[in-house]
């Protein structure tokens, strides 16, 4: 477990300190007049506007899950996840319980432009460890989705934006030669409502494109910011829905550094 808990703690590290943008930057109007109006007025809505930027986040996270689309009975999670919000990565890992003494403890990431996504046994035994191309869009597309727990990441250089309507939006981003893209939702309040992206499901050569929809259930202040606090992660397949997730966000940090990493 060590060895596997030092990898992620040194990716974690690499995450954390790879950021070159001022302290206490404050994310103004001006910088958001480009964006899409349902954008800004979220940006607006959220607290994020006139607070200081997000160059990196952690956050907690309380999950209940299903690892098949037939599976009756959920799993308890919990996950832990960092973001560098100016050159975009994430370390997410998870401890899923499967029985006494006996859980899998999982890490999905997205550095410098690529995923990965590898699960072990305990932390000891190598479950398995996945790359792709189509593992680098899905991280990518992760990542685009997930900037609703820190809102100024939306105005990062790296996504290019149209607006669908008063009520919607397309993202693209485009990262060190990864491009992914998804579309965003909000409520007539200009609270975000939910988003949707078209990612592989799965990493064999046949695999398909579905549509990953992660849908808000509630929202809460952290920080002074105002974000979904409970979400539902579901996948759109041929044979129906699959609601494969639900979440609560239960910390949320902005702005840390390395030093005194707690980690899972």
Same mark, same amino acid.
């Given at each position: 477990?060590?060895?596997?808990?030092?990898?992620?703690?040194?990716?974690?590290?690499?995450?954390?300190?790879?950021?070159?943008?001022?302290?206490?930057?404050?994310?103004?109007?001006?910088?958001?007049?480009?964006?899409?109006?349902?954008?800004?007025?979220?940006?607006?809505?959220?607290?994020?506007?006139?607070?200081?930027?997000?160059?990196?986040?952690?956050?907690?996270?309380?999950?209940? %899950?299903?690892?098949?689309?037939?599976?009756?009975?959920?799993?308890?999670?919990?996950?832990?996840?960092?973001?560098?919000?100016?050159?975009?990565?994430?370390?997410?890992?998870?401890?899923?319980?499967?029985?006494?003494?006996?859980?899998?403890?999982?890490?999905?990431?997205?550095?410098?432009?690529?995923?990965?996504?590898? %699960?072990?046994?305990?932390?000891?035994?190598?479950?398995?460890?996945?790359?792709?191309?189509?593992?680098?869009?899905?991280?990518?597309?992760?990542?685009?989705?997930?900037?609703?727990?820190?809102?100024?990441?939306?105005?990062?250089?790296?996504?290019?934006?149209?607006?669908?309507?008063?009520?919607?939006?397309?993202?693209?981003?485009?990262?060190?030669?990864?491009?992914?893209?998804?579309?965003?939702?909000?409520?007539?309040?200009?609270?975000?409502?939910?988003?949707?992206?078209?990612?592989?499901?799965?990493?064999?050569?046949?695999?398909?494109?579905?549509?990953?929809?992660?849908?808000?259930?509630?929202?809460?202040?952290?920080?002074?910011?105002?974000?979904?606090?409970?979400?539902?992660?579901?996948?759109?397949?041929?044979?129906?829905?699959?609601?494969?997730?639900?979440?609560?966000?239960?910390?949320?940090?902005?702005?840390?550094?390395?030093?005194?990493?707690?980690?899972?």
């Amino acid at each position: 477990m060590t060895s596997f808990k030092q990898k992620i703690k040194k990716e974690t590290a690499h995450i954390l300190g790879n950021t070159t943008s001022l302290k206490n930057e404050i994310l103004t109007e001006e910088e958001i007049i480009h964006l899409p109006a349902p954008v800004q007025k979220w940006l607006n809505v959220s607290g994020a506007v006139g607070k200081e930027k997000a160059r990196t986040v952690a956050l907690k996270q309380s999950f209940l %899950m299903k690892l098949k689309p037939e599976q009756k009975k959920w799993k308890h999670a919990v996950a832990q996840q960092f973001f560098n919000a100016e050159n975009p990565a994430f370390i997410w890992t998870v401890r899923l319980k499967m029985a006494p003494f006996v859980s899998v403890l999982g890490r999905d990431k997205f550095i410098d432009g690529k995923g990965e996504m590898q %699960m072990t046994l305990n932390g000891l035994l190598n479950l398995g460890k996945e790359t792709s191309e189509k593992i680098d869009e899905g991280t990518l597309q992760r990542y685009l989705g997930e900037t609703i727990w820190f809102p100024s990441g939306m105005a990062n250089p790296h996504i290019s934006w149209e607006e669908l309507d008063a009520h919607s939006a397309n993202a693209t981003m485009n990262f060190k030669g990864t491009t992914g893209s998804g579309t965003f939702y909000f409520n007539k309040e200009g609270f975000f409502e939910k988003f949707i992206a078209l990612r592989y499901m799965g990493n064999t050569p046949d695999a398909k494109r579905y549509e990953w929809v992660i849908t808000a259930q509630k929202h809460a202040e952290f920080n002074g910011v105002i974000i979904p606090s409970k979400l539902k992660a579901t996948w759109m397949l041929e044979s129906g829905p699959w609601n494969w997730a639900n979440l609560e966000i239960t910390e949320i940090q902005y702005n840390i550094s390395n030093e005194n990493l707690d980690l899972l």
